[in-house]
């Protein structure tokens, strides 16, 4: 994926116990530690505590933020967290004042009681690092615990372009992937022979055919969708949504080009929308295009994905109340906010999720993550954002760039398909 043409344990590890905690001078020493949750601050209502040598943590938030279904019973005073894992299903229960957990059925021993401060349970990291498979390291000297989400699984989507012949054995790891084979040219047409070197039908190599790169992926249980890019640098998405006779000849060969190559979807990245202009004027036409679009591919028994920039961006021209309503699920190109090859501004990636779920529901978004500005090591803490607001899934700009190391650091994250 691209912005204006360049863009886009389930076993338990302490690494560095929390034991090592010395005890403090008083009995809770608030506010002398900080938590990171896959490298990004966690908000809580009440600041960690020190209680004899033991982090105390509010039970409550970091459960919600691992996707921990948490039930408070005021009467017996107890707090119940359950986590499903596919089949399986852990239970933890835990009562204010009392040293004994019961982890499904089997009584399992505190450091300390959980302690209610300010309305909040509090309860030792430890004990939640060890029931619920969430990796912790601990750095005495920033008063630091930093905590890694077990594996989730959730969908993945992989883009794919002319580049990314190389990394094709990847494809299957997928749930879905986009090849970026087709585009909106300058004059306003859509082509799959664009006279550029990107964005075009890639010619077969030997026995290797785009028809049967996108076969494979199907047998394979990869749902192949059909990427359409364009940006409107030259006014050719504007001369679309102007003009009803191309918009109608537009959605219909993209439609008809999905359907007749084998896609079972259709990948929409049109970009540059609403920089500049009557930016409501410009939500209002894009609407109706993929009105026109999404009916269309309905028909064709396809699905729809529309990939739109990030509402903290300088690009205005999406309205992702309505177009979540006529796709399947958007993905949210949180990217190129930093000179390239910069990893991305982790509160720059939190604040576009937390604006796009004013708009729309959780489930219907995907986040987008550009492994061109990513480094190894930061892809995880945005992985881990979309973990956190327990969105549909995450989105990979692209293979070909994704490299071994990056792959490795990926695939400890999330549960892929293979």
């Known amino acids: 994926m691209k912005v204006l043409g360049k863009l886009l344990l389930t076993s338990v590890i302490l690494v560095g116990s929390l034991s090592a905690i010395p005890p403090q001078p008083t009995e809770a020493a608030a506010g002398k530690v900080s938590i990171l949750l896959d490298g990004y601050p966690l908000p809580f209502p009440v600041q960690p505590t020190v209680m004899n040598g033991t982090t105390m ?30 089949t399986a299903m852990k239970k933890v229960e835990l009562k204010i004042g009392s040293k004994n957990a019961v982890v499904d059925g089997v ?44 594996q989730k699984d959730m969908y993945t989507l992989g883009f794919y372009a002319i580049s990314s012949f190389d990394e094709r054995a990847y494809i299957p790891s997928f749930d879905t992937v986009a090849f970026g084979w087709s585009r909106i040219e300058k004059d306003g047409q859509f082509t799959t022979q664009s006279s550029g070197v990107e964005h075009k039908w890639p010619k077969s190599a030997g026995d290797v055919t785009p028809e049967s790169i996108i076969q494979d992926a199907s047998d394979q249980g990869t749902s192949p969708y ?97 177009l979540a309503t006529l796709a399947d699920d958007l993905v949210i190109m949180a990217y190129a906010y930093e000179q390239e090859k910069a990893p991305e501004p982790l509160n720059k990636v939190d604040e576009a999720i937390q604006l796009a779920l004013k708009q729309t529901t959780k489930d219907k978004l995907i986040l ?51």
């Open 368 to 418: 987008g993550i550009s492994l061109g500005s990513e480094k190894d090591t930061s892809v995880n803490s945005k992985i881990g954002l979309a973990k956190r607001y327990d969105l549909k899934g995450v989105a990979f700009w692209r293979l070909g760039i994704i490299g071994p190391s990056a792959w490795a650091q990926i695939n400890q994250s999330i549960e892929m398909k293979q």
């Open 107 to 150: 009584n399992a021993p505190l450091s300390v009681a959980p302690q209610t401060i300010q309305s909040s349970t509090m309860i030792p990291l430890s004990f939640f690092s060890q029931q619920f498979g969430a990796a912790v390291s601990w750095d005495q000297l920033a008063q630091t615990v930093s905590i890694t989400s077990p």
């Open 57 to 86: 943590v509010p039970f409550r938030a970091i459960s919600e933020a691992l996707g921990i279904q948490v039930v408070w019973d005021q009467k017996q005073q107890k707090i119940t967290a359950t986590k499903s894992s596919g």
């Open 226 to 322: 059909l990427m359409v890019y364009s940006v409107d640098s030259s006014l050719e998405l504007t001369k679309n949504l102007e003009d009803p006779a191309l918009q109608e000849d537009t959605t219909s060969k993209i439609v008809a080009t999905a359907a007749d190559k084998g896609f079972k979807g259709i990948a929409l990245d049109l970009e540059g929308l609403g920089l500049t202009g009557d930016k409501d004027k410009v939500k209002t036409e894009y609407n109706a295009f993929m009105k026109k679009l999404s009916a269309k591919a309905r028909e064709a028994g396809l699905k729809i994905t529309i990939i739109v920039h990030p509402l903290n961006s300088s690009y205005k021209g999406n309205d992702y109340k309505t």
